[in-house]
């Protein structure tokens, strides 16, 4: 509303955001239980006979790490941030202000993990063992901490709590009821994948018997997120917004005109690929001796895809707010969709960002488009716009706007008839059809015209009377 | 009553008798002494070398087409070959997870027919069609062969407008095929339309005939290859015995493939999830064809390449694309000097040109 | 100033400024003011490493000079810390411009969104290829040269980007038409004559700090007894710190250039900005001063102070941009109009963080380096 | 000798003799089953008064000049339209080149398969269509539209 919409065609912003995160949240999550794996690993390998010559190897996991980590982590992660600047600047306003010392502090946590992994990787040959050990837990415990808070703000997105424009009380948003199961649900997934990469680096190991060691040592790291991952999975859906719940399991059959919902399919996507690295890690135990690099990267693959599924899952499960009963998608404040005067008052005058367009022209219902819709919609890529309404007619596009709030994943209508007619007829026209506005308006008269408006009111007093 | 004795070579390498499965396995080896094919099988062993790789592909195609088997099933059961649209309608919008099961067949054999061409053109740039592997070769070709009938019988299940077309086009393809081709049409529509009857026979043979034939191929291929071991590209054999390393078949070639396997399945459902199959309106012969009909990606190049022979022309279009069909068939008993020798320098070099050819044309006809 | 507010009433009559954040402050500004100073002059100081050591790297891969072999490896490993330190010590910085002038920021960055956008691959590009570069190198010694030169390239068009994008966030009068020519975001440098050099002058610190690393070096080294090398690297590192004053002088005056007027106005209208220009002059000359008494010197005092010359210098120039932006955007908005709702909790929670971390870091850091600079001598007994 | 090489002769004779009659049988066999698998005979579109029924169209939806529709007649595709003579035209849809149904544009007939193009009298003017379209005899009666094969005897009568 108050700002200009990132109108990217095809792609979508949504979708530029979508991707960034998917590949951010898999490395986030490693390079803490990477850190975990580390520090274990120190501890353990003191303890080893052969500890000196599992060191050697664990230089090996940390130089991937090291890299794999900060240049793709760091910057994806940067990435994530200037993504949501442009996709939806509102709602990173709101985020900002609200959260931007507990972002700082995140910040402060970077700057040491960041350090000491480089104190701990460079003065590898020369640091005495227990500093060693000390820098890899220092390094775990706070980059876990980064996560303990970027956790409080994105489940405050979706769960906000008591917390209220009226009543910005920081800290209820930030303990908010999806706090605690996503935290844990976090930690562990991140133990898993500390594993999952090992058992690629360990891959990697010529010998069999010390390979066999290695993997017999990385596959424990699953099972804590095997066994506790689906309980907290009940917890946290039981946070959930019951609208989003509904969308999920009516999405079983295919709401919306069919096809499995999208918020569906994506939750099964998780949850297979959950599955799957059970299995393949099970596969993986009963014989250590035959993992192939190939095989290995395939798991760690496999966690990729369950990250992809659970991230569309958390964005959709938003619908239809990016914050949720606050900010809509398309950064429509909740409080000014309730006031219906504001609701109606013509587009145009409200919208800083159009160019001074001739109402009822194309370009009005372009910038509507534009203004209200593309901040989810493209015209004819991600979430097609064109493919939803491809057979639309002018007077129904005008109704459905009325009512489309109702569906439970779109935001309300902001504008006049004229808006409505003038969207519509823009919609007809990107399918190839050929209706102006006005001519919707005529269609669409007679319905409106007080005389029908006057003999409904005449029939229900008549049924009143006895 | 007699049991067989267990051979003591055997018996050694068995479990021991106090675990299940040495029970187990010792109970059914008393009764079916498998011993002499469960040895030649545990011996069997892969060349170690850097082009190992190539040999996965031919498992990853078996993968999908198992997949293919279970959706198949799982959708025969709510299609009814009488109401196609209709039942197809039904699975994506009312059975529950059915767009999803639907959508899994769909990706799964367009990446089952992606993996074979890989493993065709791998094994061809391995010259392992060569001498004594002819004839598993030509099983293969074959096998490629029903493939492709698989992909085009089950595009026009759905009856979908898009389907529907399609399947008219490229049978007007099949007519202009020199002598038989009008007749070959005729029955393979059950008429000189397509029509609802032609639904009955491609049901048939897509359910029924299709998946027999396969299977019994697929079986004779791995027969021939258990029977003469995998063969070795030339800069392997020609090493000295010592430096050649090789893996156990099954118990760890096998095995270092499953991870790679659950990847895959993951990669359907996630591509079923990102990207479901559409069902377009039903088809309808009498109204005009929609806009932008074009057959599967793997029928492209043929389709592109004919496009530059309208008319009269036709026929040599014909004819260039039954070069490579007839190639595949020859090619074991053209190049057959092991190591290869000038000739089979040259074979390799015109397979590189087929397949750049066969890339470039297919991204044309999908662009255009 | 009477018709002077003339004319800005008759721009606001068409500048669509977003109104700022429900929330407003979440504490006082002249704390976020200062927080984004002093962080975004850490941030300017890594990049200015990292690009000044890139082009210092590149010269001594394309001169195949024995002698540079030392400075080759010091930046062949340091760059690609340099540029993890430019991240992180960026996101400070990009956070408080948030808060403080968030409605400007975000709007820009759409309009320039699918170049903003560009910097994270761009980043990774880079990032990677340093990193390829320091393991590589001993490898593969071909297509060294080259890849630095495509990193190099590739940070000064992030700068490049970074520029434009604050630069239009100044000039809200340029927006509506920006936008509904392009919604997409696809146009860079709308013809304001002072994008370049601004770009110049955030750049002119480059050779300064490099330099200064490899004077640093120098003395140490001379410390540890490698007298050539250090002597070396010490008239590298002056040299290098000498090209900075030319191009500051070139960007300065290009911005004098394009706009004399208003850079006459901003002097007048407060003697803040003239003494911050004093300060950061004096702090550059006595830098450079010092950093030539400390040529074949191993006293560590010397470049210490030439070092915080360099601070004061980059912390002044950050200031002096910030009092240009307040000036430039008085007409459409002032910080003192945004209301303040303190979190005073959550920002002592920061502060403590902060200064714990600080600490740990140091200790830590104190532990270790002795230890790498063991490393670092036995490389030099092994002649590098 | 002379016997044993006698007797292996007559018995490759009989041998042959047996396989040429078991081939024999053997089509004789496989014969039903090819008939049952090659598709019945069409019935002749044209009834025994050499005209066919237009369905989907009414002559209503070609009153005027321009106007035009696809439709069916005995299990084929058409389409009918009147040009700007005013007179009416009717050709099989089926297009020439792969069976696609062609489609009428005013002032052309096209197929979007290939983007085959035909003037208003059926005749191939661009794009790969190797022949003109079938064109069919059209009369009205009382608003139906009725079809008949052109250069007919009874088509004639019928029009007279």
Redesign the interface.
Known sequence: MNYPVWDIPFLGNGLIVAIIAIIHILISHLAIGGGAFLFVAELWSNRQSNGGKIREWLHDYATYFLVYTTVFGAVTGVGIWFAIQLANAEATSLLIHQFVFAWATEWVMFLAELTILYLYYYGWRKNSRSIQTFLAGAYFVISWFSLFIINGILTFMLTPGSWSLAKPDIFAGFFNPGFLPSLLIRSLFMFLLGGLFSLIIASRVSEDDFREKIINFSVKWVIPAAIFIPFLLLWYWSTLPENTVTLVKEGIRGIGGGRLEAITRYFWLAITSGVLIVIGTAIVAIRPKVVSIAGMIGLFMIAQFGVMGAEFFREMARKPYVIYDVLYSNSLWKQNSLNTDYMKTPYLEKAAWEPGIEPLSREHGEWLFRLQCASCHTRNGYRSIVSRTENWSGEFGYRWFLTMHESGVMPPFQGDDYDRAALSAYLVSLNGGFITADEILKKVEPEQSPADTLSLGEMSSGEKQP | MTYYSILPDAESRLHDHSKLFGKVSRYILRRYPVWPMIDHLANKVVPVHKHSVWYNIGGIALFFFSVQIITGVLLMIYYRPGLPWDSIQRIVMEVPFGNMIRSIHHWSANLMVFTLFVHMFSTFFMKAYRRPREFTWLVGAVLMGMTLIFGFSGYLLPWDDLSFFATRVGMSEIEKAPLIGMWLADIVRGGSDVTIDTIGRFYVLHVMVLPLLTLAAIGVHLFFIQVQGVSEPDSFASLPESRKRYRKYFTEFIFAEIPVWLFLGVLLVALSAAFPRELMPEADPFSSAPEGIKPEWYFLAQYQLLKFFPGKLEMVGLILLLLLPLGILVVPFIDRAIPANSRGRLVNRIGIIALLGLIVYTLWGWLS | MTDLAGIYLSIISYV?L??A???????PAWILLN?SFLTLTWHLLAMNFTIGGAAILLFTLVRKNSDYRGIRHFFGSGL??GV??I??????P???V??LY??LF??S???V??F??Q??PA??IA??GF?YHK?KRQERPRWQWQIIVVSLILLLYIGYIYVNNLTLSMLPEK???I??DN???GVLHHGEPTVIPRFLLFLSGAFAVAGMALIWRGTFLLRWGYQDEGRRSHSFGFKAFLLTPMIWLIAAGGIYGARPEDVAMMFAASNTTTTLLITGIISGLMAGIFAFVSLNKKKLIYPFVASWGIFGAMASMVIFRDLVRQTVLSPYFKISSIPV?A?W???A??MV??VI?LV??IV??V??FP??A??ARERFDGTI | MADSSNTDGSKRRFLWILGGLGFGWLSAGIYPVYKYLSPQAIPDPFGEDGRALVERVTSAEVIKPGMGKNGAYGGHGLIVFRNQNGILKAFDSKCTHAGCNVEFQRDKIFCHCHGGTYNLEGKNIAGPPPRPLTELGVLEEDGLLYVYRLGKKKGDEVRA
């Open positions: 669509n977003p109104p954040d429900p929330l407003g402050y979440p504490v927080l690609p810390l993890s330190y991240i992180t010590l960026g996101i400070p990009l956070l408080f948030q808060v968030g409605q975000y709007s960055s759409i309009l969104g699918s903003w956008i910097v994270i980043l990774i990032y990677s990193y393991f927006w509506l038409p936008y509904s919604p997409a975001g709702n979190q909790g959550m920002f929670i920061f963080s902060l971390g740990l870091l830590l850091s532990k270790v230890r790498m063991e490393m």
